[in-house]
């Protein structure tokens, strides 16, 4: 078994020393058997108490990273307040016992040039003897490492569970902004490296050496200078982080400023099969989304159902389109007709702003009474017809007009339901006897689809909305593999409109390569991220080029790829150097080349090492390669039993033994990753908070190619206590924060959540301050963030609530010294407020973080073997295994693969370990239990499911008429008035009710509700019937239906 890490005061220190050495925590030895060889790490210097660094509108604050204890109580965890005055004030804890010590990391130097190294740096070398000056570590927006210094004994250092890496972002923008240089570039002429800031150069000749090859190079005269001083001019001399403007012999005059962009198109591919209500919401979305978009960008609309509207803007006050039709991929001869015709299908904004709001406001709802999933949309063949306007006539090629948008072109996909027409679709219905092929022809398409966008620089989005599932595996395979992102919503409402709009202003270059090279000591073994393996064909190479080189699908500030590395050998030499070549267009035109180089000490004591390990990034990296294995629902709880086997074996290899005693202590120096390990176990991505496969799948898509603050948010959420006066203190996100007379924020990523507590809701002047401060700190720390999450917000013991608690560590249960050493805002408390806390919680059976540390046991590994290969790139997070390096042997397993049958011996096409929602869908259709219904979200209950009701009720009723309750019944409506009073009760499900407006074809004067819940209909009545203490007990039970429009996808007889 194993004690937690605890925490303690954080130091004023920055090499992580505390002023108390308490006893770690332990964790018992056992043989751990972990998938050892291929762990995926992904690292980013992460904003802990470790290395503080500024707060910015993703990621907001930064937590610290805690000092264990055992055999005493532990201190409280330090947090630090932001460097940048935000919307709405921060302050620290009020028990925070020390001012928090920033780094010399924590800042940028304020001489000239600027640097940005992630590790230790140093200025301009000489080959006869040069000075060094290091530069603090973790400061490479663009580059973030595991650790900042290396260990140098190879088997301490491949140690899978912990592993070295590092995340790198090739489209992320710099505070201060590289250093740019309008030239070519010096590179060795051996394997390709740039010249940098660690070349040692012989400045009588201008040669200079490079550090990976140790090749010496010619600069033609260029380096050659009096001093070594001089040489500070050249920026690739002086600075980590350059960029080149590759001019070359293509475009010898062009040099690139603001006004030269030429926009991208953005057409718009939308659903025309909307029933009213979220055809209303879409609208307004659409409104907003041609009022934000800039004047000169270039839009083009397509409406899609069974056939494919293609508007034209010809006419200034006129929607018209030309219609395609949607069954079979449109012929060259329809493409022609339509690119030569005289139609205008992608139009400057400021010349067809007024169209498109005619477009967007003639919109009309679906008429034929056919249920949302059996619509026929024609989704395939509309992109087909977007990526023909986009790319245009090819004749302009031959007349020496070369069409060069700045960036990727975009198809923004609004779709609100499954393409079940036309090529790539799927038929209506999961129990359609060819289903299972008919997918995979489908998802096979859509990929081929995606590719071929992706050649012609154009990057495809999905936004998908409403109640009705959008067939998400076949789906996904179009915007992976083009560069883009399929995102679901709830409606077409606040947050959809919100990411349509940055779905579209948000920059991307085109034409990526990522080139990594690393000292002869580092081997790349893995590397995941929205990219591929470059072909040798597509880049430029050399004679002894040893780089991993990654096609980049597109370049985004959003996205980063996790690199994976380990020691070939032993290392001998006190330095190893890590080269990062970002090549790739960019939107305004222009051939980058950022050149990012890097170097890290070695060390031999692996307590040194262990200091520098950023834990933050370790868990992000960690994250990544768990969740890369994690495929299926059965992958993913296999991963659960991996995260334990994972934190014992770094606790076995990096910890110390108990004297007399089996046990192990965790390292005190990585203390603060179990704790996000736990919340990664336990969250949506591994855990169940998640209804819906497809949720998983595409919260997984999305996680594996974010950048490491998305990630770090969507591992562990960031937890806020509205304070008097505006201000907010960040605390643990544990249920001790769910005090009454406060109002809480939670951060979670993808989703963000409002609660406030069921004291301060009561006082309506205080709440309303409150939910107008946490609204403000919400939109400011995602202003930035794609996708924008959702912004929820809810009162204590409401329905709703249930997504807050879920994400929150159960610390309720623990001891109160525990309590306190996690949670150190409990002290402030009175032993009044603190009772009052502990009586509101209601007993569950997940583990507290303290609980499941300790009840690690060396139990054998169940999940899968997965060795990789000693590299591959995974291919949009989770597609084809494409091996690199030369002849591999293959690992974990040998012999063929064994195919999986396409029907099991029950007449199931999928089982319950490949899809679980699939399978349990047809396990209760095929079970006979159920069968769909025509309205979304509502099913028959044959007579197997009715017998089980029927056996339920039966012993539910003769139980309660024990207790002497008498059933009866109300009436199905509920008038507003009742509603109204009762508006704290069900205002957690306000937006879930349904009104009837109706009777006939006439309006009804005053709506009527559709019962949420029973309490609303049965408690006025009790007014009316108890008279006194005569009529005491009433007891009354009614069976029947209550009605709430959920907008998630519904599951049969699981709530």
Not at 147 to 161: E, Q
Not at 260 to 267: D, E, L, Q
Not at 654 to 678: C, D, M, T
Not at 700 to 708: G, Q, T, Y
Request: hydrophobic residues 35%; proline residues 8%.
């Amino acid at each position: 078994m194993a004690t937690p890490p605890q925490a303690s005061p954080g130091a004023p220190n920055s090499d992580k020393k505390s002023p108390m050495t308490p006893a770690p925590p332990t964790i018992s030895p056992g043989a751990p058997r972990f998938t050892p060889p291929n762990l995926q790490q992904d690292q980013m210097a992460s904003p802990s108490v470790k290395n503080p660094i500024m707060l910015s509108p993703e990621n907001g604050v930064k937590t610290g990273s805690p000092v264990p204890h055992l055999s005493t109580p532990p201190g409280p965890p330090v947090f630090t307040s932001p460097v940048r005055p935000a919307a709405v004030p921060f302050r620290t804890s009020p028990a925070t016992p020390q001012p928090v010590a920033f780094s010399s990391g924590s800042s940028l130097p304020t001489s000239s040039p600027p640097h940005f190294p992630n590790g230790s740096a140093e200025l301009q070398q000489q080959l006869p003897g040069a000075t060094e000056e290091s530069m603090p570590a973790g400061e490479s927006p663009c580059v973030l490492f595991s650790a900042h210094k290396l260990l140098k004994h190879k088997k301490l250092a491949n140690v899978p569970s912990l592993g070295f890496g590092v995340l790198v972002s090739p489209g992320r923008e710099t505070s201060t902004g590289p250093q740019v240089i309008h030239r070519d570039p010096h590179r060795c002429h051996n394997c390709g490296a740039y010249s940098n800031l660690y070349s040692n150069i012989l400045i009588g000749s201008g040669q200079w050496q490079c550090v990976i090859c140790r090749n010496l190079n010619g600069s033609e005269g260029e380096y050659i200078a009096s001093s070594k001083e001089e040489l500070r001019n050249f920026p690739e001399l002086s600075s980590p982080l350059v960029d080149f403007i590759q001019t070359g012999n293509k475009r010898p005059s062009f040099v690139p400023v603001t006004d030269s962009r030429t926009s991208a198109p953005v057409v718009l591919v939308i659903d025309e099969c909307l029933d009213e209500a979220h055809l209303q919401h879409l609208q307004s979305s659409l409104h907003a989304f041609v009022d934000s978009v800039p004047p000169t960008t270039r839009i083009g609309i397509i409406l899609y159902g069974s056939t494919v509207s293609v508007y034209d803007f010809t006419e200034e006050s006129i929607a018209s389109a030309d219609v395609i039709p949607g069954g079979t991929s449109p012929t060259q001869e329809t493409l022609k007709g339509l690119i030569y015709g005289t139609g205008i299908y992608l139009s400057p904004m400021h010349a067809s702003k007024e169209v498109a709001h005619l477009i967007f406001s003639s919109l009309r709802p679906y008429k034929l009474n056919v249920p949302e999933v059996s619509r026929d949309r024609c989704l395939g063949t509309a992109v087909e017809v977007a990526m023909a306007i986009i790319q245009g006539p090819s004749v302009d090629m031959s007349r020496g007009v070369v069409k060069r948008p700045g960036g990727n072109s975009r198809i923004i996909v609004c779709a609100g339901g499954p393409n079940t027409y036309g090529p790539g679709s799927v038929p209506h219905s999961y129990t359609h006897p060819n289903y299972p092929h008919r997918e995979k022809t489908a998802i096979k398409w859509m990929e081929r689809l995606g590719r071929e966008a992706h050649q012609h620089n154009i990057v495809v989005d999905i936004l998908c909305a409403g109640t009705c599932p959008v067939r998400v595996p076949v789906l996904q395979p179009l915007a992976n593999a083009s560069g883009g992102v399929l995102v679901l919503h709830d409606d077409f409402g606040e947050t959809f409109g919100v990411n349509l709009q940055r779905a579209s202003a948000r920059a991307a270059g085109s034409h990526g390569l990522l080139e990594i090279r690393c000292s002869d000591d580092i081997l790349v073994t893995q590397v995941v991220g929205p990219g591929e393996e470059a072909n040798i064909d597509t880049h430029e190479t050399f004679k002894n080029d040893m780089a991993v080189s990654i096609q980049m699908l597109s370049v985004e500030e959003t996205q980063c790829f996790s690199i994976s590395m380990q020691n070939k050998h032993d290392i001998k030499s006190d330095y190893v150097y890590f080269q990062f070549a970002i090549q790739y267009s960019n939107v305004y035109q222009a051939d980058i080349a950022r050149v990012i180089t890097i170097r890290l000490p070695t060390v031999d004591s692996v307590s040194a090492y262990l200091q520098s390990v950023q834990d933050e990034v370790a868990a992000v990296i960690i994250a990544k390669r768990t969740l890369l294995q994690a495929k299926s629902y059965s992958d993913a709880i296999d991963m659960q039993t991996t995260i334990d086997e994972r934190v014992k074996d770094i606790a076995s290899k990096f910890g110390s033994q108990v004297p007399k005693s089996k046990l192990y202590r965790f390292p005190k120096e990585i203390s603060l990753l179990p704790e996000l390990l736990f919340h990664l176990r336990r969250g949506p991505l591994l855990g169940s908070i998640v209804g819906h496969e497809d949720e998983r799948s595409v919260l997984r898509n999305l996680f594996l190619n974010a950048s490491f603050d998305l990630s770090l948010r969507m591992i562990a959420p960031r937890c806020l206590m509205h304070r008097e006066g505006g201000t907010f203190e960040e605390l643990p996100a544990y249920d001790l924060a769910m005090q009454s007379d406060t109002a809480v924020v939670l951060d979670h990523g993808t989703d963000v959540f409002i609660w406030l507590g069921a004291e301060l809701a009561a006082d309506e002047g205080r709440s309303a301050a409150a939910l107008a401060a946490c609204r403000t700190l919400a939109e400011e720390l995602t202003e930035l963030r794609f996708p924008a999450p959702r912004i929820l917000a809810f009162k204590e013991g409401s329905s709703q609530a249930r997504y807050f608690v879920s994400r929150l560590i159960p610390a309720h249960k623990d001891p109160p010294y525990e309590q306190e050493a996690r949670f150190p805002q409990l002290r402030s408390l009175t032993s009044e407020q603190r009772t009052k806390l502990k009586s509101s919680f209601i007993h569950f059976d997940d583990l507290s973080f303290c609980e499941w540390i300790r009840g690690l046991k060396a139990n054998k590994l169940k999940s899968k073997s997965n060795h990789l290969p000693p590299f591959f790139v995974e291919h949009m997070a989770g597609g084809e295994q494409k091996k690199g390096g030369g002849e591999q042997k293959k690992a974990g397993g040998g012999g063929k693969k064994k195919e999986v049958k396409k029907e099991t011996g029950l007449g199931l096409s999928f089982t319950k370990d490949e899809n679980f929602g699939e399978w349990y869908s047809e396990v209760v259709v095929n079970g006979e239990m159920i069968e769909y219904y025509d309205i979304s979200g509502c099913y028959i209950l044959r007579p197997w499911a009715m017998s089980i009701w029927e056996n339920m009720q039966t012993f539910f009723d003769a139980e309660i008429k024990k207790m002497k309750v008498k059933n009866c019944y109300f009436p199905l409506f509920v008038s507003p008035g009742v509603l109204q009073k009762e508006k704290d009760h069900i205002e957690g499900f306000a937006p879930e009710v349904a009104w009837v407006t109706k009777s006939g074809e006439s309006d009804l004067e005053v709506p009527i509700a559709i019962r949420p819940t029973s309490e609303t209909v049965m408690y006025p009545y009790y007014s009316k019937w108890i008279r006194g203490h005569r009529d005491l007990p009433l007891k009354l039970n009614q069976w029947c239906n209550v009605v709430r429009w959920e907008f998630s996808n519904p599951t049969p007889f699981i709530r």
